[in-house]
């Protein structure tokens, strides 16, 4: 049984931020909201941090990928994304976003 103060202590430890992306999905919007067609939904499998982009085309889905992980990257520099795990995704089983996910220590599962 943890006493109050351990509760209070670990309500205020900040949790490290996204080291597994649980999921990692991409869907067309019926009806399509005006230029966007597409969404894709990133969520942390321990924190359940979760981030959803809107997009025009499918085109834009690595690039938006891509910007998020140097966000995340630039503001938490002490933690690390290790792995990605993806619904067979098209636009993540090109061998680019392998390359570049193997070149930055990121393990990705399909």
């Known amino acids: 049984m ?12 900040i949790q490290p931020p996204i080291l597994c992306f649980y999921h990692l999905q991409c869907g067309l919007i019926h009806p399509p909201s ?21 997009l025009s085309s499918r085109d834009m889905t690595f ?11 630039a503001q938490f520099p002490d933690y690390t994304i290790k792995k990605i795990r993806l619904d067979n995704v098209y636009e993540f ?4 976003f ?3 996910c193997m070149s930055i220590g990121i393990t990705v599962e399909h």
Do not use: H
């Open 2 to 13: 943890t006493s109050v103060g351990e509760k209070e202590e670990k309500a205020n430890t």
């Open 34 to 54: 005006w230029p966007f067609k597409y969404f894709m939904v990133l969520i942390d499998a321990s924190s359940r941090w979760s981030y959803v982009c809107l």
């Open 63 to 73: 690039a938006k990928f891509l910007a998020q992980i140097i966000k995340l990257r």
């Open 93 to 96: 089983s090109c061998e680019s």
């Open 98 to 100: 392998n390359n570049y």
